[in-house]
């Protein structure tokens, strides 16, 4: 008999595991921004946006995030297309994406897309 979590079942064959979300949906920094009630500055909304990685990790067309502005050094070295930052970060030439909290919005954004 199925546990409460599902162990058992066909769609996982009794391996307890879950399935897996799918991979983030490919959408643009406008959508996000607008998703996210935040202000897109320094780059167009059109922006192509299909992954999400630490803002070290990232890569073209990835969204990241800068929580805190003791790191602001990365947002000059991060490949990201688009990056999620407090509203009192200076525009600095790159696109950006301007939330109450930029940890928060990330995790929403990993949810959503």
Do not use: H, W
Request: proline share 6%; net charge neutral.
């Amino acid at each position: 008999m199925p546990s409460e979590t599902g162990e058992g079942s066909a769609g996982n064959a009794g391996t307890g595991f879950s399935p897996r979300k799918p991979a983030f949906r490919r959408t643009s920094a406008g959508e996000i921004a607008s998703f996210l009630g935040g202000t897109l500055v320094g780059g167009a909304p059109e922006t192509p946006v299909t992954g999400a990685r630490g803002i070290r990790q990232a890569v073209s067309n990835d969204i990241t995030f800068l929580a805190d502005v003791r790191y602001l050094s990365f947002l000059q070295k991060t490949e990201a297309a688009a990056v999620l930052v407090r509203e009192d970060v200076p525009e600095c030439g790159r696109l950006l994406i301007r939330v109450a909290d930029p940890a928060k919005a990330f995790a929403l954004v990993l949810q959503e897309f």
